[in-house]
C-alpha cells in the first residue's frame, strides 16, 4: 500500500509486510523493521541484507541498488522516489512546518541561529534549527545529528516530529555533502537561502565548479517547486546561477540592484534600505560577516513571512550570534575571540572584521583540517600574514594526515615581503598559551577554525577539546598571575 505507484517489489507472496520501524544501517535494524539499503551501501550492500535479516529484518527497500533477498525486497529507482515513500511512512505529504534550507560555504550556522531566534519572537510557536551545532530545538535542548545536514531518514524524522509538534519552522544548515548525497531528498523547502560561495571541501566535489552547481541545484530545485530564494548579490557566482526570481540582499546602500541593501555604520549598528525606506538594527553580534548574516536573514523575513521592513528592529536588534562565531571568551577582558573560521574567505573576514576592533596588534592562531581541501591552506597563510600582525600556526583537526606537512603547506603561502611575525607551535593548547601571554594591552586575538567544537579530531579518534576551555585557562592565569604582582 505505502509503496503503491513508486517502485518494484519483489516478494515471494502478494500480503502486505507489516513494518515496526525503519532504519538505514543494518547494525541498528530491529525486529519487524524495514531496511533501507541507500547507493552508498552499494559495494558491501549483499552483507548489509544478510545482517539486517539475521537482526530480525522484515522487508528491505533497496535505492538505486540491486539486492536480492529471501526478505521482500521493493526497489525503488532514485532517492526522490524514498523521499516520497518516507512522506508517506511518516504522514507529512501535508508539511504543516516551514522548512528553510540554508547554503553557502560560510555563514550557515550563524544564520539558521539567527533565523530560529527571529521567528521565535515574531510568532508563538516553537522554532527549530538543524546544522553543525545538532538539532536544536532551544538553545539548552540540542540533540546530535552528527553531520550538518543529516541522513535522509533523520531529516524526514525531524520533519515528522516537527509537523506533530506543531513547529511553525525549522532553519536547516544545507551542506554540498547533504545535497550531493540527496540527503534532502522528499523535503519540499518553503526558502532557499544562499549566503555566499568559496573555498572548501573542492577535493570531494571535483573542483570549484561542481561544488558551485551543487549548491545551485539545491537553490534552483527550492524555486522550481514553487519556493523562495533569498541570495547574496555580492557575489558574481551567485549572481549568475540563482533563479531568476530570487530576492538580493548585497552590501553598500546606495545600489539598486538589490530587494535589501546594508551597511553597518558602526560595529554593531546595522542600516538596512529596500523599497519600503529605511531602518537601523541595533547590537547586532560584532563583525561584517555578522551584519551580513542579519540582512539575510531580514530580507528572509520580509520574503518568507511578508514582515514590514519597519518591524525588523524589534524581531532583530540585540540577536545573538550563536557559540563559536566571534564569541568572546567570557572570562577575557574583551581581547580574545574564538571563530568557526576554517576557510580562506571567513579568515579574510574574521580578522578584517577584528583588525576594526583592535587597538592595538592583531594576533591569531589556526591551522588547517587534515584529508580535506589541500588548496586552502597556503590561501589562509597568505590571508594571515596580510591581516594579522602575529600569527600562531597550530594544529585543526590534522587526522590522518601529520601536522608538520599540514603546517608546511599553510607556509607555503606566506611569501615575503610581510610584516607579520609567524611562530609555529603544532601543540594547539600550547599555541592559545603562548598568545595570551603575548597579549598586551589594547592587542586582540583571535582564535580560529574551531569555534564550538568539541573535538580535535586526530587519526580517526574525536579527542575531547574546547578552544574556549583551554583560552579561559590562560586568561585565568595570566590575570591571576597579574595580580599577584599587583599585591606584591
Ligand atoms: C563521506 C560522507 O559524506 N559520508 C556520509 C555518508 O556515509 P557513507 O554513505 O559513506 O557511509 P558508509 O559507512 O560508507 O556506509 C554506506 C551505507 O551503508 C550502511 N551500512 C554501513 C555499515 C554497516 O555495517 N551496515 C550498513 O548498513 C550505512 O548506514 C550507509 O547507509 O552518509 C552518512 C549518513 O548520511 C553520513 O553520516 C556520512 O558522513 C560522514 C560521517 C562525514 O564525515 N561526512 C562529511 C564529509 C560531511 O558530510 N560533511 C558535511 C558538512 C560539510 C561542511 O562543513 O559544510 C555534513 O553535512 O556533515
Redesign the pocket.
Known amino acids: 500500500m505505502l509503496a503503491e505507484g513508486l517502485g518494484q517489489l519483489h516478494a515471494e507472496s502478494s500480503d502486505d509486510v507489516l513494518i515496526m520501524g525503519i532504519c538505514?544501517?543494518?547494525?541498528y535494524v530491529k525486529p519487524g523493521y524495514a531496511?533501507i539499503?541507500?547507493p552508498?551501501?552499494r559495494?558491501?550492500?549483499a552483507?548489509?541484507v544478510e545482517?539486517?535479516g539475521k537482526q530480525g529484518a522484515t522487508a528491505i527497500i533497496a535505492v538505486g541498488v540491486s539486492v536480492t533477498s529471501d526478505l521482500p525486497v521493493l526497489h525503488l529507482a532514485s532517492m526522490q522516489q524514498a523521499g516520497l515513500l518516507l512522506r508517506r511512512l511518516f504522514r507529512t505529504e501535508e508539511a504543516r512546518t516551514h522548512f528553510y534550507g540554508i547554503t553557502g560555504?560560510d555563514g550557515?550556522t550563524s544564520v539558521a541561529w539567527m533565523l530560529r531566534e527571529a521567528l521565535t519572537r515574531y510568532q508563538p510557536k516553537p522554532v527549530w534549527s538543524c546544522g553543525?551545532l545538532g538539532w536544536l530545538r532551544a538553545p539548552d535542548d540540542i540533540l546530535d545529528i552528527?553531520?550538518?545536514?543529516?541522513?535522509?531518514l533523520?531529516m524526514h524524522a525531524m520533519l515528522s516530529s516537527a509537523n506533530l509538534g506543531g513547529v511553525h519552522s525549522v532553519a536547516c544548515?544545507i551542506?554540498?555533502?547533504?545535497i550531493a548525497?540527496e540527503?534532502i531528498a522528499g523535503i519540499d523547502f518553503h526558502t532557499a537561502i544562499w549566503t555566499n560561495m568559496g573555498h572548501?571541501?573542492l577535493q570531494?566535489h571535483g573542483g570549484y565548479e561542481t561544488y558551485l552547481k551543487t549548491k545551485a541545484g539545491f537553490v534552483q530545485a527550492t524555486a522550481a517547486h514553487g519556493g523562495n530564494v533569498v541570495a547574496n548579490a555580492d557575489h558574481a557566482d551567485i549572481r549568475e546561477h540563482a533563479p531568476e526570481h530570487a530576492c538580493w540582499y548585497g552590501h553598500g546602500l546606495y545600489r539598486d540592484d538589490v530587494d535589501l541593501a546594508w551597511e553597518q555604520e558602526l560595529p554593531g549598528l546595522l542600516r538596512l534600505k529596500s523599497a519600503e525606506g529605511e531602518v537601523v538594527i541595533e547590537d547586532i553580534p560584532l563583525g561584517d560577516f555578522h551584519a551580513e548574516n542579519v540582512a539575510c536573514v531580514a530580507l528572509t523575513l520580509m520574503v518568507s513571512m511578508a514582515i514590514p521592513l519597519a518591524d525588523l528592529p524589534k524581531l532583530l536588534g540585540r540577536i545573538s550570534a550563536p557559540p563559536g562565531r566571534m564569541q568572546e571568551v567570557t572570562a577575557g577582558y574583551g581581547q580574545v575571540y574564538i571563530d568557526y573560521a576554517h576557510t580562506p574567505e571567513a579568515l579574510d573576514r574574521c580578522l578584517q572584521a577584528a583588525r576594526k576592533l583592535t587597538r592595538a596588534r592583531l594576533m591569531v592562531v589556526f591551522g588547517c583540517g587534515g584529508e580535506r581541501d589541500r588548496e586552502k591552506r597556503p590561501q589562509m597563510g597568505a590571508i594571515a600574514v596580510e591581516q594579522a600582525d602575529l600569527v600562531w600556526i597550530t594544529s585543526d583537526n590534522p587526522r590522518g594526515e601529520m601536522p608538520a606537512v599540514i603546517a608546511s603547506e599553510i607556509e607555503q603561502g606566506m611569501s615575503q615581503p610581510y610584516a607579520a611575525e609567524v611562530r609555529l607551535q603544532l601543540d594547539r593548547d600550547k599555541a592559545i598559551g603562548e598568545a595570551i601571554a603575548t597579549l598586551a594591552e589594547g592587542d586582540l586575538l583571535i582564535i580560529a577554525g574551531k569555534g564550538h567544537e568539541a573535538y580535535m579530531d586526530v587519526c580517526g579518534q574525536r579527542l575531547p577539546w574546547s578552544d574556549e576551555q583551554v583560552a579561559e585557562k590562560y586568561l585565568h592565569q595570566k590575570h591571576s598571575l597579574a595580580g599577584e604582582e599587583m599585591c606584591a
Open positions: 538505514d544501517d543494518s547494525r531496511m539499503c541507500l552508498r551501501s559495494a558491501h550492500v552483507d548489509y545482517a539486517a560555504t550557515k553543525t552528527g553531520n550538518t545536514t543529516p541522513s535522509m533523520t544548515e551542506s554540498s555533502h547533504g548525497q540527503r572548501d571541501h570531494d
